[in-house]
Structures are given as C-alpha cells and as structure tokens.
C-alpha cells in the first residue's frame, strides 16, 4: 500500500476512538502489529485470547510492558459471557441451544464477532491462524449483511506505480453469481472505493459490449447493470454504473467512442466488476504480476459491520494495515 493512501485513511480514522478486535491475540504477528496501532494511536486495538500466553509471547518478542497496557480479553473467564451468550442465542432465533451458544462463544472469532454485533468494537481483523470460513462464518451468523445485499463480497483496491487506484470485485468469495447478485456487488464495491478516495465510475465487465454478442453470460451481465442502477436510483446515491463492456471499452476513452458512446462509464472506469470469480482473480493477479499493481486486499464487502480476513501467510505488517483499512470502513 502506497504511503499517500496509508496517511489518507488513518487521517479519517484518527480521533475518532474506534475500536478493532483482533481474535488470534496470542500470536506474534498480531501483537507486534496491535503494538504499533498503540503507538500511533490512530486506533485502539484490544486483544482476544489467555492474557498469560499473550504476555508469554509478548515477552518473547520484547513487548510485554506495551502488551500490557492494551485491552485483553478471553472468552473462557471473560465477565460478560454469559450475557454474549444469551444475546447470541436472541440472534439465531433459537437455532443453537444455550450449550452450543457457550461451546460456539469461547470460540475467538464468535466471541469477537459478538463483540463488534454488541458494539464493544468496531470491527475484527482475524484469519491470521484460522481459515476463511471460520472468519466469516460467524460474521454471516452475526452481523449479517446489509439491507438489500443478499451475500458478501471480495474486493481488491489494486494500486499503480504512478498512484493509479482502481477497485476489482467480485475477487474472492463467490464462484457463481446471478444478475441479482452481480447489480448487489456492483453498488457495494462504490461504496468500498469511496473509503479508498476513488470517486467510483463502476464498470460491469464481459466478453461483449453494449448486446454486440448475445449470449446467456452476456445478458446476465447487461441484466446486472440494469439492476445495480435502479439500486442506485432507490437509494438516491450518485454513482455512474454501466455495463456490460470489454476491458478496452471500459479503460480507454478512443476504444470507448467506437464500442459505447452512449455510456458515462465507459473509458473512465476505475471500479471494475467481474462476472465471475475466475475472471476476477485472474485479472487482479495480471494486474498485480504483469502490471507492477500493488494489490490491497481482499476486502471483504456488504456485511453490516466491518469483518475482514487476513492471509495465514500474512505478516504482521499486513494485519497493521487490514486493521486501518477496517476501521475506514467503520465510518461508511
């Protein structure tokens, strides 16, 4: 992530007192990370795990005494179990009893997640020790997503040598998505560029611009920019959506006058949605191999609530940097 972009968004956060939950506090990367959130004091982090093991690690690396002065808590003796619990057991509408509501809540990342549902923090950063779906599934049970989006999303802010800042999505999460869906991700990944300063010009990409093939997979994604514009109609937001387009329609403004000159999108777009999975982790992983882009991300995208999910491979620089970008997505 470019420096410009790391100051841009922890000027919006900084003194605004937000909160972010990390779950795997008992791991290295994540104190060394929480430490420097400390020092800077742009956001207040606060620990999950055994507060002995925690400061074992901790001295480890020669951060005790900071360690110390950051929030911990652990779900196993934590005073406000039992009212996380029964909370937990309002939210499922009895689809746990209450012994699976206390065996799911010492877990870290549903306690957490409680902890951002219930207001104590702001967001959560896990995924460091654990796998996708054990951090997002509970954010799913939990938070849930926003009014009229009906799944999350990945997006990846991909960042260019010469501060070029684009939004790619859906790059992470669903494999197959209908018109519905598609329209849902498009008006989501706007918002999402917006924390990221990019004034979303959001383009529906395909093999086809403007009906010149007709295809199924085609009109799916035409049907989807319908869709994502009434959307944005209904809420009254100010957001150019178009769609569906080639790439070179979509980037370049020559290409554009001859393929789709009716559009406002077309060759200034910067938020590009994909119609599939496939396509879009191909094509972020081109940019970021072939085109020298800096990728950020993914980011996950609709919940109510900001969750985000870390590499296992991550080190603890990029859970400093999840850990700002999620407490940006707070303030939508």
Known sequence: MNLSLIESLKKSIEGKNIKIVLPEGEDGRILKAAVKLKREKVLFPILLGNKEQIIKEANKLSLGAEIEEIEIRDPENDPKFDEYVEAFIELRNGKNTKEQAEQMLKDVNYFGTMMVQLGEADGMVSGAIHTTGDTVRPALQIIKTKPGVSRTSGAMVMLGKQGEKYLFADIAINTTLDAQQLGEIAVISSQTAKVFGIDPKVALLSFSTNGSA????????????????????????????????????????????????????????????????????????????????????????????PVNDLSRGCNSEDVYLTSIVTAAQSLQ
């Open 214 to 305: 007709v295809t199924p997979e085609s009109q799916k994604v035409a049907e989807a920019a319908k869709i994502a514009k009434q959307i944005v109609e209904e809420q009254g937001l100010d957001v150019p959506i178009d769609g569906e387009m080639q790439f070179d329609a979509a980037v370049s403004s020559t290409v554009a006058d001859l393929k789709f000159p009716s559009s406002n999108v077309a060759g200034y777009a910067n938020t590009f949605i994909f119609p599939t999975l496939e396509a879009g982790n191909i094509g972020y992983k081109i940019a970021q191999r072939l085109g020298g882009y800096t990728a950020v991300g993914p980011i996950l995208q609709g919940l109510k609530k």
